[in-house]
T-cell receptor, first 110, second 112 residues
Framework: EDQVTQSPEALRLQEGESSSLNCSYTVSGLRGLFWYRQDPGKGPEFLFTLYSAGEEKEKERLKATLTKKESFLHITAPKPEDSATYLCAVQARNTDKLIFGTGTRLQVFP | EPEVTQTPSHQVTQMGQEVILRCVPISNHLYFYWYRQILGQKVEFLVSFYNNEISEKSEIFDDQFSVERPDGSNFTLKIRSTKLEDSAMYFC??????????FGSGTRLTVV
């Protein structure tokens, strides 16, 4: 069964304190792994798509990496506006639906 | 930047009533989806729609649910007889090529 597990569930960081979020997955042939940001009461906002092991993508303070079993979202020198829930999702080759993890709730304090 | 628009943002309905949730996908997108998120739980896939027909649906998407693209711009989700457990955020999404989506801001459905 295709599955996504994210850790930690919640993370509190001081402004400027870098850290990483983990997404472990099992999927029957990976088509893509996606990172989304979700603010309270809002829809998921697309961040990155990764397609193959070894791939990395960056956007401002965020960097996503992918191996055959997991993905990391690295946050460098976070700011309070980075506070949100970060969702990981996988898409298998024979489907276009996304399977989401439960997310990591990030709080960044000034 | 193009966006997916959902209306209403919040709908309250009585158990057993029919509701229609509306979405305007991004204009040149070809794939359309509905997901839902029960409070505190994962975002869950409901249905995908391509070329004017359902391409895939989950176990959640039973006979109480239906989708329609009545014209060139709207995409709707109908729940025929709402139950308390249908209370959730419902997200519409669209995609050009089925690789990654753009989600709307959601409709919060409360069944009382």
């Amino acid at each position: 069964e295709d599955q996504v597990t994210q850790s930690p569930e919640a993370l509190r960081l001081q402004e400027g304190e870098s850290s990483s979020l983990n997404c472990s997955y099992t999927v029957s042939g990976l088509r893509g792994l996606f990172w989304y940001r979700q603010d309270p009461g809002k829809g998921p906002e697309f961040l990155f798509t990764l397609y193959s092991a070894g791939e990395e993508k960056e956007k401002e303070r965020l960097k996503a990496t992918l191996t055959k079993k997991e993905s990391f979202l690295h946050i460098t020198a976070p700011k309070p506006e980075d506070s949100a829930t970060y969702l990981c999702a996988v898409q298998a080759r024979n489907t276009d639906k996304l399977i989401f993890g439960t997310g990591t709730r990030l709080q960044v304090f000034p | 930047e193009p966006e997916v628009t959902q209306t209403p943002s919040h709908q309250v309905t009585q158990m057993g009533q029919e509701v229609i949730l509306r979405c305007v996908p991004i204009s040149n997108h070809l794939y359309f989806y509905w997901y839902r998120q029960i409070l505190g739980q994962k975002v869950e896939f409901l249905v995908s729609f391509y070329n004017n027909e359902i391409s895939e649906k989950s176990e959640i998407f039973d006979d109480q649910f239906s989708v329609e693209r009545p014209d060139g711009s709207n995409f709707t989700l109908k729940i025929r007889s709402t139950k308390l457990e249908d209370s959730a955020m419902y997200f519409c999404a669209s995609s050009m090529d089925a690789y990654g989506y753009t989600f709307g801001s959601g409709t919060r459905l409360t069944v009382v």
